[in-house]
């Protein structure tokens, strides 16, 4: 009898183990949402469009502090590469095929990744933070000293973006095509990213977060890895620079701004990272924070999320989906047989 | 019963309301908020104070302004923020830009939403270029820059010239334009001093000491309005340059209405070049200044950036009462091309081809008087014309 009560529970935790990658039933949620969203609110695209983007970019940056434990505060040094691809190619004639020219964002993001991985992914902690920070703010002055070809602080404007698959036309004031494009390539980014955080690569890079010392006494090859991740991350961050040069036919320096870098750190943080829906929910949550308080009260909006940011900061260390999480362990608990 | 009546009663009056007047929606996208939030102020003191001194003349229409944060100069808050004016509250005319890349941003969207959009601050001089339907009441960078290289050879006899200036777009125009005028006119810029970038206050030392072994007869120097001003009169005080003969020249931005007083004695001496400054002496700007203390305060000093409110809503006012409320893009345009108006910086007027104001530059000193500093008027010129756009250099041919 005693052996017969154990026995199902074991199983269980082995189940759960093995069905982890396994779709959950309201993972559909927020992509039905964000269809919703498109019909429901017409006249907030543009809105719409800079939020998803801004979750593509804390989707990438959550692959590398919330999975590798990699702490960094220059993940905007891979978005402004993209977008620079994207805008200095466009906008000197040289390609401006919107698909073609993401691709070629996410190319040259992730050799930028490459090569400042190979150099900063040798040290941790702070000096890490500084080291990315320093690589970002570089990359900054670059752009602003080569003002000839990057259009400098003013940036680079009226990209000419042709119709996406020679269809379908970026309308500035509607911008309907911009939404649905970043939506599906965001799609495509997150399924690539949740494979690759439940395969065994994903699961080293958790236990390179974990204990390092003891992954390398198992033999895993922590450097590559940790390099590999932050190559793979920085070809998306550029991939959501790159729309959103295409999206805005824009680029300034703001790309490869510090705002930039730490606007999204917050976001993740907010909603809780480690967690592939954490950027989702964080961005969500400050961008429509900021966004409806600063149109109710252009002058004072900050004090509002602010606030809110203190709040979180205090009593929710791990973000918004981790009130959701303890909520959940409690009510199970409750219901679990003694 | 009584919340009924309150209800009926107030519809009642609300559709009292519409009928009568006329409403007139403007959009307007300011930095209320970041490092642009003071001056943002100033431009929304502006607008807000010539509807308030010209009320009796706006009726029957009633102006209602629609206030956006920009937020910051990356382009992208700022063009969310026309998108919804245009497609949400459907807005007859737009206004703002502080910063040079919002307006830059938003151009395309301005071009595609078809309404007025008129510019109350950003200065880069292509801008007027990018969308048929900006009109801007502020100024370019070009306006000062090339007016003061002609007249540092003119009013000032200097021969040769040191260019400081802080390292981004506004400074890379004030140097080019200042710098065409002064060698067409007969002197030699013999060095150029990049000084860091516009977002914080550099210790200008090593700058200045560069500037001043080079002995020029006239250091020209433009740095971002606001904080930067008080360090570089300090600056030029500290190595000793006034004593050594060079004299502190450059825009009006490093005089700035408002921070002027806060550099002391220090400031005595300073010849700048612009647009606008609270002390010149025209009826509009006494009635200007005078309407500015009584609703801001005696301490609050209207500068540049509140005048650029301040005409934009003249201009907002005079479409609204030619047209008689009904704002048709178009015909909108046809009323500022060529309008001549009377300023509190003297008289202006949109140059018709290019849909950029021209307006008179004041040479002035800062002097002391009585206790206070003042800019004391040594030179006119009359009738300015953005060099950059007559001249076509670079981005400002197309």
């Known amino acids: 009898m005693i052996v017969a009560a154990i026995k199902p529970t074991e199983h269980l935790a082995a189940l759960a183990f093995a069905g982890r990658h396994r779709p959950r039933v309201w993972e559909p949620a927020p992509w039905i949402f964000a269809i919703a969203f498109y019909f429901a609110f017409p006249n907030y695209l543009g809105f719409g ?8 970019f804390a989707l990438s940056l959550d692959l590398v502090l919330g999975y590798a434990g990699i702490i960094t505060l220059g993940h905007a040094a891979f978005f402004g590469a993209g977008a620079y691809t994207v805008g ?4 000197h004639g040289i390609w401006n095929e919107p698909i073609s020219s993401l691709m070629l964002a996410a190319i040259v993001a992730a050799l930028v990744g490459l090569g400042s991985g190979l150099v900063l992914l040798r040290t941790q902690g702070l000096t890490l933070l500084m080291l990315t920070l320093c690589t970002m703010a570089l990359l900054e002055e670059a752009a602003n000293l080569g003002h000839e070809y990057t259009g400098g602080f003013d940036g680079l404007a009226s990209l000419p973006i042709p119709p996406l698959l020679g269809l ?3 309308n500035p004031l509607y911008p309907r095509t911009q939404y649905l494009y970043v939506l599906i390539v965001l799609f495509i980014a997150f399924l690539f990213v949740r494979t690759l955080i439940y395969s065994p690569f994903g699961q080293s890079l958790a236990g390179i977060r974990e204990n390092t010392l003891r992954m390398h006494a198992v033999g895993s090859p922590v450097r590559a890895r940790l390099i590999t991740c932050y190559t793979i991350s920085a070809a998306i961050a550029g991939i959501a ?3 959103w040069a295409q999206a805005n036919a824009y680029v300034n320096l703001t790309t490869l701004s510090l705002d930039r870098a730490a606007m999204v750190l917050i976001a993740l943080i907010l909603g809780g990272y480690g967690r592939i829906y954490g950027g989702f929910v964080g961005a969500v949550a400050y961008m429509a924070l900021a966004h409806f308080l600063a149109k109710l009260y252009p002058t004072g909006w900050q004090l509002g999320l602010g606030l809110l940011l203190v709040v ?3 009593f929710a260390r791990n973000g918004i989906l981790g009130i959701g999480e303890a909520l959940l362990r409690r009510i199970r608990a409750k219901h679990m047989p003694q | 019963m009584i919340k009924r009546i309150i209800v009926a009663t107030a519809s009642l009056v609300f559709a009292v309301g519409c009928a009568q007047a006329q409403e007139v929606k403007v959009g307007v996208v300011l930095p209320y908020t970041g490092v642009g939030a003071e001056l943002a102020q100033q431009q929304d003191r502006g607008m807000e104070l010539y509807l308030k001194m010209h009320a009796d003349a706006i009726k029957p229409y009633k102006i209602t302004l629609i206030k956006r944060d920009a937020k910051n100069p990356g382009g992208a ?10 497609t949400q509250d459907k807005v007859d005319i737009l206004a703002g830009w502080n910063y040079s890349p919002n307006a830059i941003a938003s151009a395309p969207i301005v071009t595609a939403g078809k309404k007025l959009a008129v510019i109350s601050n950003a200065g880069s001089g292509h801008i007027t270029n990018l969308s048929p339907y900006f009109v801007r009441f502020s100024f370019s960078m070009w306006h000062a820059g090339y007016a003061m290289g002609e007249a540092t050879v003119k009013n000032l006899n200097a021969k040769t010239a040191v260019v400081g200036y802080t390292d981004f777009p506004p400074g890379k125009d004030m140097l080019a334009s200042f710098k065409r005028a002064f060698e067409a006119s007969g002197g030699k810029v013999i060095d150029e ?11 200008f030392t090593p700058f200045f000491q560069r500037a001043k072994d080079k002995k020029p007869d006239v250091f020209f120097v433009f740095v971002p309005a606001g904080d930067h001003s008080s360090a570089v009169v300090k600056t030029y005080n500290a190595l000793g340059m006034r004593e050594a003969g060079i004299k502190l020249i450059g825009p009006g931005d490093i005089t700035q209405d408002n921070k002027l007083q806060a550099m002391g004695s220090a400031a005595v001496g300073l010849i700048t070049m612009h647009h606008y400054n609270v002390d010149l002496d025209n009826l509009e700007n006494k009635q200007f200044v005078a309407a500015w203390k009584k609703a801001y305060g005696a301490d609050s000093t209207p500068d540049f950036m509140a005048v650029g409110g301040y005409d934009s809503m003249a201009a907002i006012v005079h479409v609204v009462r030619t047209l008689k409320g009904k704002i048709d893009t178009d015909k909108a345009l046809e009323t500022l091309k060529g309008w001549k108006y009377n300023s509190p910086r003297g008289p202006i007027m949109i140059d018709p081809q290019t849909r950029d104001i021209v307006m008179n530059e004041y040479l002035s000193e800062v002097v002391m008087q009585g206790g206070k500093l003042v800019q004391k008027p ?3 010129i009359d009738a300015v014309k953005d060099a950059c756009k007559t001249l076509k250099v670079g981005p400002c041919a197309n």
């Open chain 1, 49 to 56: 469009t800079e939020l998803l983007v801004t979750i593509l």
């Open chain 1, 88 to 91: 200095m190619l466009a906008y």
């Open chain 1, 168 to 170: 379908f036309e970026f």
């Open chain 1, 241 to 243: 620079g790159g729309l």
């Open chain 1, 312 to 314: 979180i900061a205090l």
């Open chain 2, 77 to 86: 808050d700022a063009k969310i923020a026309v998108q919804e004016l245009l």
């Open chain 2, 193 to 203: 001093i990049p000084m860091g970038g516009a977002g914080a206050v550099p210790d």
């Open chain 2, 378 to 380: 040594i030179g006119k």
